[in-house]
């Protein structure tokens, strides 16, 4: 069976990997070295120099691809690593076309390292393709869609942005971070680019830093693999052989999250110092018939607003949880609560964060795979 034949869970454990030729370990071997042995000048087995190439990171990349359906798969140092990467396909003057409500990692690269160097980047609501479409013109060469967003939860057609991106002759790039593999596909969708904060749901343990860039055309392929090796910004063997481990789980902690993401959702919608949840389960989310269609599940990412919009109401309620932990990142087995408006997107003017909802009040919650009772008393005592 190849690996396009296998099923998702199947993907999860075995695609890309066999066992190691030299002794038979199932566990793919972290290849903790710099260089190799080669017999002649040029003459080797494949790896010459960890940077260019290493084992334990090809059976990751060739995993990772697996999963997004992907014909290459190549893994970064972090995920603005793999961002900076897709950056570097660019030259000075050319334009990006991205969501104004993205990570704030991401929007600090754009609009603080890229901008300088000749870059110009327009951020507009992506819930429908209207406003993009207004901004293209003879210099724009990239689409960057986050969807879901980060943090307020909106989504994206990634369908539509594709056709859009073809009918202009762009890359469209999707950072599918929050979603994961397991319950989006971008390129099954029509994006040239899948971006991953590997660090996320992907690894899954809160252990690793890690990014990953999965797409079809040989010649993206080859642009970016150039960058890779020749910025240098890779993953060590033991990351990688990390992620490789969180991976096998990926199903059944997506499935998990998505449980407890649903009872936590409707929770709070039903609380009363609550204003209002951002989740695109919702019904009356705006494109929730969207998310239904692009993706198989609603995932364990949300946020909510607070009554009265205090900031003080939102510090209060996050230093009083004791399941959930008040830290930077997502993904992982463990709850996590953050503050985007101090922490994740501290770097967006207040002006422009308010703008997409991210208020300071706004509380985001990733939703880990604990049991759901625990998790809703903790949220009860905080909020109380």
Same mark, same amino acid.
């Given at each position: 069976?190849? &690996?396009?034949?296998?099923?998702?869970?199947?993907?999860?454990?075995?695609?890309?990997?066999?066992?190691?030729?030299?002794?038979?370990?199932?566990?793919?071997?972290?290849?903790?070295?710099?260089?190799?042995? $080669?017999?002649?000048?040029?003459?080797?087995?494949?790896?010459?120099?960890?940077?260019?190439?290493?084992?334990?990171?090809?059976?990751?990349?060739?995993?990772?691809?697996?999963?997004?359906?992907?014909?290459?798969?190549?893994?970064?140092?972090?995920?603005?690593?793999?961002?900076?990467?897709?950056?570097?396909?660019?030259?000075?003057?050319?334009?990006?076309?991205?969501?104004?409500?993205?990570?704030?990692?991401?929007?600090?690269?754009?609009?603080?390292?890229?901008?300088?160097?000749?870059?110009?980047? %327009?951020?507009?609501?992506?819930?429908?393709?209207?406003?993009?479409?207004?901004?293209?013109?003879?210099?724009?060469?990239?689409?960057?869609?986050?969807?879901?967003?980060? @943090?307020?939860?909106?989504?994206?057609?990634?369908?539509?942005?594709?056709?859009?991106?073809?009918?202009?002759?762009?890359?469209?790039?999707?950072?599918?971070?929050?979603?994961?593999?397991?319950?989006?596909?971008?390129?099954?969708?029509?994006?040239?680019?899948?971006?991953?904060?590997?660090?996320?749901?992907?690894?899954?343990?809160?252990?690793?830093?890690?990014?990953?860039?999965?797409?079809? &055309?040989?010649?993206?392929? $080859?642009?970016?693999?150039?960058?890779?090796?020749?910025?240098?910004?890779?993953?060590?063997?033991? &990351?990688?052989?990390?992620?490789?481990?969180?991976?096998?789980?990926?199903?059944?902690?997506? $499935?998990?999250?998505?449980?407890?993401?649903?009872?936590?959702? %409707?929770?709070?919608?039903?609380?009363?110092?609550?204003?209002?949840?951002?989740?695109?389960?919702?019904?009356?989310?705006?494109?929730?018939?969207?998310?239904?269609?692009?993706?198989?599940?609603?995932?364990?990412?949300?946020?909510?607003?607070?009554?009265?919009?205090?900031?003080?109401?939102?510090?209060?309620?996050?230093?009083?949880?004791?399941?959930?932990?008040?830290?930077?990142?997502?993904?992982?087995?463990?709850?996590?609560?953050?503050? @985007?408006?101090?922490?994740?997107?501290?770097?967006?003017?207040?002006?422009?964060?308010?703008?997409?909802?991210?208020?300071?009040?706004?509380?985001?919650?990733?939703?880990?795979?604990?049991?759901?009772?625990?998790?809703?008393?903790?949220?009860?005592?905080?909020?109380?």
């Amino acid at each position: 069976m190849t &690996d396009q034949e296998m099923k998702f869970e199947t993907k999860a454990i075995h695609a890309g990997l066999e066992p190691d030729s030299a002794t038979g370990a199932i566990m793919t071997p972290i290849y903790q070295t710099s260089t190799y042995a $080669q017999p002649l000048p040029g003459v080797h087995k494949g790896y010459e120099y960890s940077r260019s190439n290493n084992p334990t990171r090809n059976a990751l990349q060739k995993n990772l691809a697996a999963l997004e359906n992907a014909k290459h798969g190549l893994a970064f140092g972090s995920g603005l690593a793999a961002v900076d990467a897709c950056m570097r396909l660019l030259k000075p003057g050319d334009e990006i076309i991205s969501t104004n409500d993205l990570y704030g990692g991401s929007y600090r690269q754009f609009t603080k390292v890229h901008a300088n160097y000749g870059l110009k980047f %327009h951020f507009t609501g992506m819930q429908t393709i209207e406003a993009a479409e207004a901004l293209i013109n003879q210099n724009t060469k990239m689409l960057w869609v986050e969807t879901p967003t980060n @943090p307020t939860l909106n989504i994206i057609n990634i369908d539509a942005f594709a056709a859009l991106a073809k009918k202009h002759h762009l890359i469209l790039v999707a950072d599918n971070t929050f979603a994961s593999p397991y319950l989006q596909n971008p390129l099954d969708l029509g994006a040239d680019i899948v971006m991953h904060s590997v660090t996320k749901y992907i690894a899954g343990h809160s252990d690793v830093i890690m990014g990953f860039l999965a797409l079809n &055309d040989d010649q993206l392929r $080859q642009d970016l693999a150039f960058i890779q090796n020749s910025v240098g910004a890779v993953p060590g063997p033991m &990351d990688c052989f990390l992620a490789l481990r969180g991976i096998k789980t990926l199903h059944l902690r997506m $499935q998990r999250h998505c449980e407890n993401g649903a009872a936590i959702a %409707h929770f709070l919608a039903n609380h009363p110092k609550v204003e209002k949840v951002f989740w695109p389960g919702f019904e009356s989310h705006p494109n929730h018939e969207v998310a239904k269609a692009q993706m198989r599940g609603f995932g364990g990412m949300m946020s909510f607003s607070l009554k009265g919009d205090k900031l003080e109401d939102a510090f209060s309620v996050v230093s009083k949880l004791r399941i959930f932990t008040l830290a930077e990142s997502l993904g992982g087995v463990e709850s996590l609560a953050g503050h @985007p408006a101090t922490m994740t997107h501290a770097s967006i003017p207040k002006a422009d964060r308010e703008k997409t909802g991210v208020t300071d009040s706004l509380i985001r919650l990733s939703v880990g795979v604990e049991h759901i009772d625990d998790l809703i008393a903790d949220l009860k005592q905080a909020l109380a």
